[in-house]
């Protein structure tokens, strides 16, 4: 059980307070209600490109990591097509050095031509690196485009192309900012050996005065239902034949989140699981094979992915597949196959409550999504999942017209 208060600034700020006094360590999270498919479809990779831009000095602090690497903090940030996340760990005793800095950036950025050039060439260095020239890099380039047409979520967090950030004005950074870095569109959640009162106190002095901004309601293009199958072959130059499989699911608030969860769990968490145990250890068609959602605030994707071995078709490869997804929508799962994973789930669960950063940013998840205190009832959702439940998500999202495949050939 994690236990905290809440209370909101005059600006709209919200603020979650955690008290944990098993260590001198303090959380201190800032989540914005900003991801990438907050983006102009045409000015892509924007949220991204901001989680650098906000290192690189704002309004009243020329640097921010000396000071704070000064007192002993470490901070980091990751943005994704929902939320942008900036989070600092530093002793108890020097917190207030993250209110300052953290507040002075919300404030405004210094907005300067360097730190604009510099931000970007790093952002279109990271495009170039991560997903153009490494094997698989664009991987999620062409899957989400297929597997969305409507739906902001058909462009990945780095953005659609590159041109978009070399592209950036500095006026178009400014009104990306001042639309959506407010305090009325921001949680901020502290976690640690403190209390609220000073808490409070601190959000007050450095956060109260900083303007709140008009927020507008996202109103994003629905994704119509997928229909019929749809699929893409590429050739690269990459060591092994890969296919990977989307499957659209419901959103990350939807009671059937946690079945489709699980679902990915029994077919691929570990060397125990269905396609592993089958597909890689007995029949040996695939050196390695995984399961996972996208875990995505609207309807996401349920994706199966593998690498064949050499020789095998990518017909039989995926024959394969479709061959245990028969089995697991026809046969009812046995109980202790369920336990199983369940329990994985809840050991995770328990395993991440020994950090003060990972309570805090679940909290300020749970907070977005409408109330820090889902944190504490997410383990009895699984754990009331039953066989019937599985076997129902998984005839539901399971079909071929409700699926984007991408052949990612190798050269040969």
């Known amino acids: 059980m994690i236990n905290f208060e809440k209370f909101t600034l005059k600006n709209g700020l919200k ?60 901070n980091n940030a990751f943005t994704s097509n929902d939320i942008t996340n900036y989070y600092i760990t530093l002793p108890k005793d020097n917190l207030e050095t993250a209110f300052w800095l953290d507040s002075d950036r919300m404030l405004s950025l210094a907005f300067t031509n360097k ?17 153009l020239n490494q094997p698989y890099g664009d991987v999620w380039l062409l899957l989400r485009p297929l597997a969305y047409q409507k739906h902001p979520y058909k ?61 507008t309601e996202r109103s994003l293009p629905k994704e119509p239902i997928q229909t019929e199958e749809r699929r893409l072959k590429v050739e690269r130059d990459v060591p092994a034949n890969a296919i990977y499989k989307a499957y659209k699911m419901c959103d990350k608030k ?39 959602i996208s875990g995505s605030f609207d309807n996401g994707l349920l994706t199966i992915s593998g690498k064949l071995l050499d020789g095998i078709s990518f017909e039989d490869a995926e024959q394969s597949i479709l ?11 046995k109980s ?43 383990v009895d959702k699984y754990q009331k999942i039953s066989a019937n439940d599985i076997k129902r998500v998984a005839n539901e999202v399971l079909l071929e017209s409700n699926c984007s495949t991408l052949i990612y050939s190798k050269k040969s």
């Open 155 to 215: 462009w990945a967090t780095i953005g659609k192309e590159i041109s978009h950030i070399e592209n950036a004005t500095m006026d178009d950074v400014k009104a990306f900012f001042y639309k959506h870095y407010l305090p009325n569109n921001a949680i901020l959640t502290i976690a640690g050996n403190v209390e609220t009162a000073k808490i409070k106190e601190l959000c007050e002095k450095w956060f109260e005065n900083i303007p709140s901004g008009k927020t």
């Open 115 to 131: 730190s604009l050039e510099v931000q970007r060439n790093v952002v279109i260095e990271e495009f170039k690196q991560n997903y």
């Open 323 to 333: 061959n245990e997804l028969k089995i697991i929508k026809s046969e009812s799962i």
């Open 15 to 74: 603020v979650i307070v955690h008290k944990d006094e098993s260590t001198p360590i303090v959380a201190f999270n800032l989540l914005y209600n900003v991801g990438a498919r907050d983006e102009n479809e045409n000015q892509t990779g924007f949220a991204h490109l901001f989680e650098h831009l906000m290192f690189g000095g704002s309004v009243n602090i020329p640097n921010f990591d000396e000071p704070l690497q000064k007192v002993g903090g470490t």
């Open 336 to 378: 202790e196959e369920l336990t199983k994973v369940k329990n994985k789930i809840e050991s995770t669960s328990k395993f991440s409550e020994t950090s003060v950063l990972n309570k805090a940013m679940n909290l300020s998840f749970a907070e977005l999504l409408g109330d820090a205190n889902d944190v504490n009832l997410e």
């Open 254 to 292: 939807h009671q059937d989140y946690f079945t489709t969860d699980l679902l990915s769990d029994i077919l691929a968490l570990g060397k125990s699981s269905r396609l592993y145990k089958s597909l890689v250890k007995d029949q040996k068609l695939f050196s390695e094979i995984s399961a996972f």
